[in-house]
């Protein structure tokens, strides 16, 4: 049986929803009425239970990221996906905090250099948004390209891990 937790932070209103004391969503809409839509579409069978492992080191360990004190997550995670997807997912992982990547170089790190629109797409699957930072991947060109969360929040997560500057739109900074 899934449990979910809705909760506020400084991005938005939160969508997580745990099972067998794994993390498998994460999602950040705008509104409180937003984030109910997504558990009704997404996840109606769940059953609200925030004190559900992991979800309150979820909630704790997001809070962190936020505020600046934390620059990686340490959560079971299962999210659930196609096997190219969690290979997208996984490589995700391993783009360190404060760099980027572009969807071509994402889909030569998984072995598909050919498969740059698949990497997108499955970016954009992605169920457990800011742990598996999707938004650490960028247009060729350094510019911002989808976000299912939104272009001002992916901006707002570059910004926050130091990867773009506040002053130029596109402008990307390697560590």
């Not at 067998?20 to 997404?42: C, F, I, N, Q, Y």
């Not at 773009?164 to 596109?170: A, N």
């Amino acid at each position: 049986m899934a449990s979910f937790g809705v909760f506020q932070d400084a991005l938005g209103w939160v969508l997580a929803v745990a099972r067998d004391g794994k993390l498998v969503w994460l999602g950040h809409t705008p509104t409180r009425d937003g984030a109910e839509a997504s558990r009704l579409r997404w996840w109606p069978e769940a059953e609200p239970d925030p004190e559900a492992p992991p979800l309150p080191e979820t909630r704790r360990q997001l809070d962190d990221y936020l505020a600046g004190r934390r620059r990686g997550f340490d959560l079971p995670l299962d999210p659930v996906g196609t096997e190219f997807q969690r290979l997208c997912w996984q490589a995700l992982q391993r783009i360190p905090f404060g760099e980027t990547r572009s969807y071509s170089e994402q889909a030569r790190a998984i072995g598909r250099p050919a498969a740059i629109r698949a990497v997108g797409r499955a970016n954009h699957d992605n169920p457990i948004g800011v742990i598996i930072p999707c938004h650490r991947v960028i247009g060729a060109n350094g510019s911002l390209t989808g976000y299912a969360g939104g272009l001002d929040m992916k901006r707002a997560l570059l910004e926050l891990e130091g990867a773009m500057t506040g002053t130029l739109p596109g402008v990307v900074a390697r560590g």
